[in-house]
């Protein structure tokens, strides 16, 4: 029973991942169609994470209180018909009422997801499941690079948005079926104080935003742009460095669990993924890196980063505490998603200013060198915040319960 509920949960969660990473393989599509400019572009697509972002605590705690079966299964529908407004949009309004729909209806599933794993699964397989979790998560936007590029050569964007907005209903209306949490768990209001009240959760939070949510904003929607501008590549071959990107997230959120359980604690895993994005985003902005092995090289290092990062909603989690599990890791992706969402215009907003463009982009070295060197300041930021995290783990926890070792205080 708790494998049935996870496959739906985490095929839902896939699903939601492929939302956001998409817009990044349709971007100039979207362009021409709406007719926008990179700044109404990044406003359009970062719509999803604005209000994926404002519903966060209302996740977490639906999630502690109501279950994930009720809270994923019923805001899936709406996701659902968010796609499908998204792919009939025939005017920016229309479109960014759409995407906030679909960012409204996929705003549950992770906090959700992680909720079903904390119930049904030890502590002591907590971070190689949360790894597992946000590896499945990962694979829809492996799916969202190069398998959709090759998928928009037969069916246009506005099919392929429709189709998953159908497949989303049909999947949400499986989850309200099927989904069961374990007899003796009795839902209860979480202690959303004394989590607003714990540091470490704030800081786990503000280094999600800007290294996470960095990566999700360039992922998301300025990979595809930047290499078709700076070096002509047409969308299938632009799409590659873009998939070693997800490729590096995938393995970074796989391993990330299993290292952090083997040595017991979260802060240095942390530490060494927002290293890694540091030194991919000022490689991207200040190298002379090209197609080939200098690009596959820096695009790794992103999303290995990026996955590295990702340990600390196990954290939470551990921070926090069974009863207030939900509510706490959705404060810490409340940062994550406000940083995808400020970074994914803010971006497009540094484009304009450097190199003004009517819509249909073709920007200069220039303006994409300082668009990345704003990232990488972001994501120095981040890196900051994982150096105060408050550290937690299994071995933080057997020693904090030896009679010879003093009880820790959050």
Not at 309 to 337: C, D, H, M, P, R
Not at 371 to 393: E, K, M, N
């Amino acid at each position: 029973m708790r494998w049935l509920g996870f496959a739906l949960l985490s095929a839902a969660y896939l699903l939601g991942f492929f939302h956001r990473m998409a817009p990044a393989m349709v971007a100039p599509d979207l362009q021409a169609a709406l007719a926008v400019n990179a700044t109404r572009l990044g406003l359009l697509t970062a719509s999803y994470f604005y209000i994926y972002t404002a519903l966060q605590p209302a996740a977490g705690l639906a999630a502690d209180w109501l279950g994930p079966r009720r809270a994923v299964g019923w805001l899936g529908l709406v996701g659902g018909a968010g796609s499908i407004v998204f792919g009939l949009a025939d005017s920016f309004a229309m479109a960014s009422v759409g995407r906030l729909l679909v960012g409204a209806g996929t705003a549950f599933l992770f906090v959700g997801l992680m909720k079903y794993n904390s119930l049904w699964f030890s502590a002591e397989r907590y971070g190689r499941i949360s790894g597992l979790t946000l590896l499945i998560g990962n694979l829809g936007a492996l799916l969202a690079a190069a398998p959709l590029a090759w998928l928009l050569g037969f069916v246009d964007w506005r099919g392929v948005f429709v189709g998953l907005g159908v497949f989303g209903i049909a999947l949400s209306l499986a989850v309200l079926l099927c989904v069961r949490l374990p007899p003796e768990h009795a839902p209860a209001r979480p202690a959303a104080r004394r989590v607003l009240a714990m540091p470490g959760i704030r800081w786990g939070a503000l280094a999600l935003f800007g290294t996470v949510g960095n990566i999700f904003a360039f992922a998301g929607l300025w990979t595809l742009p930047l290499l078709q501008d700076r070096f002509g590549l047409p969308r299938e071959q632009a799409a590659a460095p873009a998939t070693v990107l997800m490729g590096g997230l995938v393995l970074g959120v796989i391993t990330a669990g299993w290292v952090s359980d083997r040595i017991g604690r979260r802060r240095p895993v942390a530490l060494l993924g927002a290293t890694l994005l540091v030194l991919g985003f000022a490689g991207l902005a200040l190298l002379p890196w090209a197609p080939g092995w200098s690009a596959t090289l820096l695009f790794a290092l992103l999303g290995l980063g990026g996955g590295w990062v990702s340990v600390i909603y196990a954290n939470a989690k551990e921070l926090a505490g069974q009863g207030s599990a939900g509510f706490a890791i959705g404060i810490a992706n409340t940062g994550l998603f406000a940083g995808a969402a400020l970074m994914q215009s803010a971006f497009g907003a540094v484009l304009d200013w450097v190199d003004p463009q009517l819509a249909g982009g073709g920007y200069g070295d220039a303006a994409w060198q300082a668009a990345l060197l704003f990232s990488t300041g972001v994501a120095a930021l981040g890196l900051a915040a994982c150096a105060r995290l408050t550290d937690s783990g299994p071995a933080l926890v057997a020693a904090s319960a030896s009679p010879a070792t003093p009880s820790p205080t959050a």
